[in-house]
């Protein structure tokens, strides 16, 4: 980008003193070129910076990455309090602090035995085996696409760095692939990695943010596990209504 800012710099002047054509026609070329790099790299920081509303605002400046650095230097956590209160700034220990104190908090009091899986599920109403049958089919190219149309973009990505807009602009050339996987994974059981990972990041809330319990953990999901799951719950939504009563939530 340096490179091409020196260059459309150069041919200004070379143009502006020579009138020159050939030169300007270059000149127009590498200012659109830049354009184009500007606004990939303002759409990454609009992501990143979670800002949307750019209808009003002016051409890319200094001020959209202003507000990915602000929005990335408000998630550094320099310091915590420790299970014993005492004041713990090294990056090991915060993490260490942080692990400890959500898997604690997400980890269930009970231990699911056999026999109480079976007596709870015991005398529980089940769907058709029509409806069973169309639950467990193979996914189709058109519920995956109506799940993608679905998904709201300008979202941070997942693990992969793969947006809504990607999938939706090459979903020509990647429906089908995409649609074996999911088919071979329902099947085998097993799900493909990108599908099984997320990035945790924790989110400040409000009051004092050296205590752990105002930071709030997000998972960033791979879209390829969310058009998946939006598929799914579709095409459950559809059963649910034969084993659950309307006034149930």
Known sequence: MKDLESDIVELETISETTGDRGYIEI??????????????????????????????????TSFFFGLEKKNGQRRVIHSLLSGTGQEITEPSQIRRRAVSFYSTLYTSEYEEGETLSEGFCNGLPQVSEEANSQLEGPLTIQELQTALQGMQGRRAPGIDGLSVEFYKAYWDVLSHDLLDVFNESLASGSMPVSCRRAVITLLPKKGNLQDIKNWRPVSLLCVDYKILSKALATRLGKAVEQVIHRDQT
């Open 27 to 60: 000149l127009k070329e590498k200012k659109m070129a830049l354009a184009n790099l500007l606004d990939v790299k303002v759409q990454g920081a609009l992501v990143r910076s979670r800002f949307l509303n750019t209808n009003e605002m002016d051409a890319p």
